[in-house]
């Protein structure tokens, strides 16, 4: 039989707040009343804004909370060829593209438009289709150029490839006795982002790919990410990764 597995994923870009002691210390609880496994990622593939020093202080934090954790701490910096293989699989399977537009040049974009244009949940407009558009010659010869860019998930593509509609279950309370469908859509975050040029990998990739790796069978996390599983279960549909259920607690 396998343990119910929990884990926390600080990103150690700053110091912990009470939500994250919050989530925390209901990973481990969960985990302990479940006689399940809890587990500690440090997420950290921003290797610019994340330091050593603030994971260290990760650690002196949940300690002081009294969380345990197995070991070995999983870091995502450590872990980069995990990704590109995940990635390399959407490359090959053509449900990710290169999309080369600054952030100056989708404003002119839309703004030339002249249209209404969608925004995602976080508030920023949708991904142009124009990229989407280039013939295999244009991207290769830009990519070539070493113009920067980043891929980004054709979620048309993505949709249409998986056929079905994608659901997730997330459970009532924290009880965790019982769980409704909820109906994923990613389609409102548009073509997201999944890789960058220099790193082969995106928040939403190195979750997905962690999540299946470490067997992790209950995400348990802030509010905030609600929306994001959207998106995280249409890569793991893609991937043929295993699907968690989810508790997204109050913030
Ligand atoms: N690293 C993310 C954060 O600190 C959490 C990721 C997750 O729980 O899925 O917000």
């Known amino acids: 039989m396998t343990l119910p597995t929990f884990r926390f994923a600080p990103s150690p870009n700053g110091a912990l707040h009470l939500g994250h002691a919050c989530s925390a210390l209901l990973n481990a609880r969960l985990a302990s009343q479940t006689g399940g496994r809890m587990l500690l990622r440090i997420e950290d593939i921003d290797t610019t804004r994340c330091t050593p020093e603030f994971e260290a202080a990760i650690y002196r934090d949940l300690e002081w909370l009294g969380i345990r954790w197995e070991m070995p701490v999983r870091r995502q910096s450590e872990h980069f060829a995990d990704y590109r293989e995940a990635l390399d699989r959407l ?107 220099e790193v082969p990998t995106s928040y939403h990739l190195a979750v997905v790919v962690d999540d299946a790796i470490q067997g992790v069978s209950h995400v348990v996390r802030g509010r905030d990410l609600y929306l994001a599983t959207s998106v995280q279960r249409l890569l793991q549909e893609l991937l043929g990764l295993p699907a968690p259920r989810y508790l997204h607690h109050r913030l």
Do not use: C
Request: charged share 30%; hydrophobic share 40%.
């Open 91 to 197: 490359i090959a399977e053509g449900l990710v593209y290169p999309a080369f537009m600054s952030r100056g040049e989708i404003r002119a974009f839309i703004a030339q438009s002249g249209k209404k244009w969608p925004h995602d949940p976080d508030g920023a407009p949708l991904y142009p289709p124009a990229d989407k558009a280039l013939s295999e010659r244009e991207r290769k010869r830009r990519m070539a150029e070493g113009a920067p860019f980043a891929w980004r998930l054709d979620v048309a593509a993505a949709l249409d490839r998986i056929g079905n509609s994608l659901y997730w279950e997330e459970f009532t309370d924290e009880t965790l006795t019982a769980t409704h469908r909820i109906e994923a859509e990613p389609q409102s975050w548009g073509d997201v982002i999944v890789a960058r040029k």
